[in-house]
């Protein structure tokens, strides 16, 4: 049995049983710090309730409500959150780790410095999300849309297959993978162009110095690359000086700022 907390006064407003909570109305309530590993959530109302730091180890969340709900450092590994909605949704810190969330509604959810290694994110939206200091090593992504997330995560051995990376709002230029993937769209079927991406993509222990240096050999490609790459830089981000100052040069010549972002080149 669980004990449901008011959020208002802390008195007990109601004893549960965490195995039947499936369809439960928990909107606004208090489970901080619950243990609810393996509960039946499914469907479950939880609009703005505080999760924070409580333990759903496995628990099935698929379908529930979960909108501008706090699970910041909710521990959430392995749990099924297919189709839920949790626009709004504070998942700082939360582990995720193996968790399903496809078809997920995570909209404008905070997901900086969050644990999603291996996690499913099938077709899921994450349209404006913080994913800043995430851990999304060997996530399934595909199909998810990322339009105007903040990317700086960790992506190594992410599938971004058919990935909606519009309007982006940061990068992890240090990201071997996004950076390829991002060239690898700017390319469409242009061989040589194909080919500057795969080295990218293969030469993991190369830095931007080094790819520099490698540039001067190629000098149609390389600024090709840097073009296709300009758009990306956002002010005060840790984009390369290379990059950055061919994005100054395309800015100065449209009349826009790098701050906005509205120089946007398609992907």
Known sequence: MIKIRAMWDDRVILEL?????????????????????????????????????AYLLGANLAGANLAGASL???????????????EGANLEGANLTSANLSDANLTRATLTAADLLGVYLMNANLTEADLSGANLAGACLFGANLTG??????????????????????????SHLLIAELLKRAAG????????AGLILLCTDWGWSKFVKAGKQLPGEWQWALTALAPYVRDGDEAPRAVRRVASEIATRSGVSIRDGSHHYPT
Do not use: F, P, Y
Not at 72 to 86: I, K, P, Q, S
Not at 149 to 174: F, P
């Open 17 to 53: 049983d965490a195995e039947c909570l499936a369809g439960a109305s928990l909107a606004r309530t208090d489970l901080a710090r619950t243990d609810l590993a393996g509960a039946n959530l499914a469907g479950a109302n939880l609009t703005g309730a505080d999760l924070l730091g």
């Open 72 to 86: 910041a450092g909710t521990v959430l590994a392995e749990a099924d959150l297919a189709g839920a909605n949790l």
């Open 149 to 174: 997330a903040d990317l700086r995560a960790n992506l190594a051995g992410a599938d971004l297959s058919r990935v909606n990376l519009t309007n982006l709002k940061n990068i992890d230029w240090q």
């Open 189 to 196: 079927d242009d061989v040589e162009h194909l080919r500057t």
